[in-house]
């Protein structure tokens, strides 16, 4: 059983940034590949970012593409989701999540559905 346990969320203005991390536990955490989600009230849980088990391969949505950085330290078991130029569209609460794939595995996940393990959530809020 994977625990995925998320915080850095609040309130920042329009243009600012803001930095979310996620600390896992119960795997190896190269043998996780590791996704960033995101759901407004009234909207579907929306991709934000994904990397593999091994860190060296990333992708992101073309609505978050050169502003959102996600990163993964190995040796703290926590993966991070770095925001900038934060738009009134990105409030939402953030989710983390977590696939268990083969040892530095250079495969990420795009869909939920991928994901076996998800943690509580944590709202990040951005006024104008």
């Known amino acids: 059983q994977v625990q995925l346990v998320e915080s850095g969320g609040g309130l920042v203005q329009a243009g600012g940034s803001l930095r979310v991390s996620c600390a896992a536990s119960g795997r190896t955490f190269t043998r996780l590949a590791m996704g960033w989600f995101r759901q407004a009230p009234g909207k579907e849980r929306e991709f934000v970012a994904a990397i593999s088990g091994g860190g060296r391969t990333t992708n992101y949505p073309d609505s978050v593409k050169g502003r959102f950085t996600i990163s993964k330290d190995n040796a703290k078991n926590t993966v991070y989701l770095q925001m900038n130029s934060l738009k009134p569209e990105d409030t939402a609460v953030y989710y983390c999540?977590?696939?268990?794939?083969?040892?530095?595995?250079?495969?990420?996940?795009?869909?939920?559905?991928?994901?076996?393990?998800w943690g509580q959530g944590t709202q990040v809020t951005v006024s104008s």
């Open positions: 999540a977590a696939r268990q794939v083969l040892d530095y595995s250079s495969t990420y996940y795009i869909r939920p559905s991928e994901y076996n393990y």
